[in-house]
C-alpha cells in the first residue's frame, strides 16, 4: 500500500464519496476508485458498501479508517 492510497481513501471518507473526493484532489474519480480497489484487493477486504447509490464504511472500513 502507498502514502498516497491512503490519502485517497481518508478524502473518501472525509468527503462522502469517490466524486466529491476527485473533485477535492482534482484527481480522476477513475483514479481513486482504482486505488481504493488495490487496497482492497491487497487485503482482502471491503472498505465500502457501493450497493446503494451512496457508499459507507463497511465495519472494517472503519476500524481501518480509525
Given amino acids: 500500500m502507498e502514502i498516497k492510497q491512503m490519502k485517497y481513501f ?3 471518507v472525509k468527503n462522502g464519496g469517490m466524486t466529491q473526493a476527485s473533485e477535492h ?8 476508485s ?3 480497489k488495490s487496497i482492497e484487493d491487497e487485503f482482502s477486504i471491503t472498505l465500502f458498501d457501493r450497493r ?5 464504511l463497511t465495519d472494517i472500513g ?5
Fill in 52 to 56: 446503494k447509490k451512496h457508499i459507507i
Fill in 10 to 12: 481518508v478524502e473518501v
Fill in 62 to 66: 472503519q476500524i481501518f479508517y480509525d
Fill in 25 to 32: 484532489l482534482y484527481i480522476a474519480q477513475s483514479t481513486i
Fill in 34 to 36: 482504482k486505488n481504493i
